[in-house]
T-cell receptor, first 116, second 112 residues
């Protein structure tokens, strides 16, 4: 149980284009989802917290207009990188949890974004 | 802001020896402390976790200890094997926001 999927697993795009990444909880309803970014050989940095039906809460330094997050249902959250630039190239990982049921987050497999 | 310090950044041990990784957190609201193993290009995998009402937890070759007063927690791996080689991250989970703050990671190499 507690499986989280991400799509796509890899994406290559040109500068200036937008890319959408989907995060799905497959066998549970996730009240809260998180989006992380991980640069090579670095730690996971939290970008934003997404609660179903409400606006995402972004961490300091993360541009909300550049990284659009939508959490329209209890099983799906999307991250759209708008007007992507090479410096946005990174590994993006989502996680999902059931609020008030311990603190455990279940991680997706990640999406490798390369912006040319 | 809140942070989690993790040491060492790299650790090499001989197969069969023990490995210890230490973390220190700053957020007093933290009540959940998971440890993750991450292989290159893969998702973090939970290997053990501990909650703030417990001081120690063990699962076969892996154990975690927590000192709430000092805000320290540690991962202990005994009888290390080459397949234990990976990057390990500690994290602290906030009881109010449920957010995780990750440590900087430890690259463990187990030499055969």
């Amino acid at each position: 149980g507690a499986v989280v999927s991400q799509h796509p697993s890899r994406v290559i795009c040109k500068s200036g284009t937008s890319v959408k990444i989907e995060c799905r909880s497959l066998d549970f309803q996730a009240t809260t989802m998180f989006w992380y970014r991980q640069f090579p050989k670095q730690s996971l940095m939290l970008m934003a917290t997404s609660n179903e039906g409400s606006k995402a809460t972004y961490e300091q330094g993360v541009e909300k207009d550049k990284f659009l997050i939508n959490h329209a249902s209890l099983t799906l959250s999307t991250l759209t990188v708008t007007s992507a630039h090479p410096e946005d190239s990174s590994f993006y990982i989502c996680s999902a949890m059931i609020r008030d049921r311990y603190n455990e987050q279940f991680f997706g497999p990640g999406t490798r974004l390369t912006v040319l | 802001g809140e942070n989690v310090e993790q040491h060492p950044s790299t650790l090499s041990v001989q197969e069969g020896d023990s490995a210890v990784i230490k973390c220190t957190y700053s957020d007093s609201a933290s009540n959940y402390f998971p440890w993750y193993k991450q292989e290159l290009g893969k998702r973090p995998q939970l290997i053990i976790d501990i909650r703030s009402n417990v001081g120690e937890k063990k699962d076969q070759r892996i154990a975690v200890t927590l000192n709430k007063t000092a805000k320290h927690f540690s991962l202990h791996i005994t009888e290390t094997q080459p397949e234990d080689s990976a990057v390990y991250f500690c994290a602290s989970g906030d009881r109010g926001t449920y957010k995780y703050i990750f440590g900087t990671g430890t690259r463990l190499k187990v030499l055969a």
